[in-house]
């Protein structure tokens, strides 16, 4: 499917923030969804389910510059051998985390499924939860919030009595996408180094099992210096793991 646009495919990174950011010659549907959404638009995702459901590629192409490959989209099992072990970065500005800690002990099913629903039923989008014993953190969008935060809370102190609320505001995320990264040991801690050597502080890491993408989390003012650093150390180290294969 030839999907003809304004642009000659896919960048690694916000071509708003980095000068001249690599294009993506091959990307999965995998790793185009993570990207997407985290921010980066080309395609709709209505002009993407139908063919991706038949494993059909995708060539977006540029229609002011049809000389141009443009870039490939395609199922994991059709990448090529020298696909970039980072495939591109994304990010968001405008979240805020709301964290509640309470001794569960035995309630600590009881206690996430209430505090997911309190949001549910005020029509709030969980984003992500990243949690630990006794504690559940929900990081959220903070318009759609806006105006709902404090009926949430005075819920929540009413029905489950968190002996601990902590609300962090001005917190954007930055995701690192690609489905190579699993299995290259200390790929994670690296590029939280590189974040830590510049001075900037990591709020928050999430990572699946399946390890496609990384989305730290960092203060709004740090946003795209975080890009910006991320997108080289993505850079060189592409050339090198490429090289070591």
């Known amino acids: 499917y030839e999907n003809w646009t304004d642009v000659s495919g896919f960048r690694m990174a916000d071509p708003r923030i980095v000068d001249h950011p690599q294009g993506i010659s091959f990307i999965t549907y995998r790793e185009l ?91 709030v989008m969980v984003e992500h939860v990243p949690s630990s014993i006794g504690t559940m953190t929900v990081v959220v969008d903070a318009q759609e919030i806006s105006g709902k935060e404090e009926s949430i809370l005075r819920r929540i102190r009413r029905e489950i009595d968190p002996y601990s609320i902590t609300v962090e505001r001005d917190l954007s995320l930055v995701a690192v996408v690609g489905v190579s990264l699993r299995g290259v040991v200390g790929i994670t801690s690296d590029m939280l180094r590189v974040l830590a050597d510049a001075g900037i502080n990591v709020r928050m890491v999430i990572q699946g099992i399946k390890e496609i993408s990384l989305i730290i989390g960092v203060a709004e003012a740090d946003y795209e210096r975080s890009i910006t650093l991320l997108y080289d150390f993505a850079v060189k180290s592409n050339s090198h793991l490429v090289n070591t294969r």
């Open 33 to 123: 969804r993570e990207l997407s959404y985290m921010g980066a638009s080309v395609l709709h995702e209505d002009a993407i389910f139908p063919v991706r459901v038949e494993g059909i590629p995708i060539n977006i192409r540029n229609t002011n510059r049809p000389e141009d490959e443009g870039s490939w989209v395609c199922t994991d099992d059709k990448i090529s051998p020298d696909h970039l072990f980072i495939t591109g970065l994304a990010g968001k500005k405008g979240f805020m985390s709301l964290s509640f800690e309470k001794d569960v002990g035995s309630d600590r099913l009881p206690f996430g499924r209430k505090v997911l629903q309190m949001f549910e039923e005020a029509k």
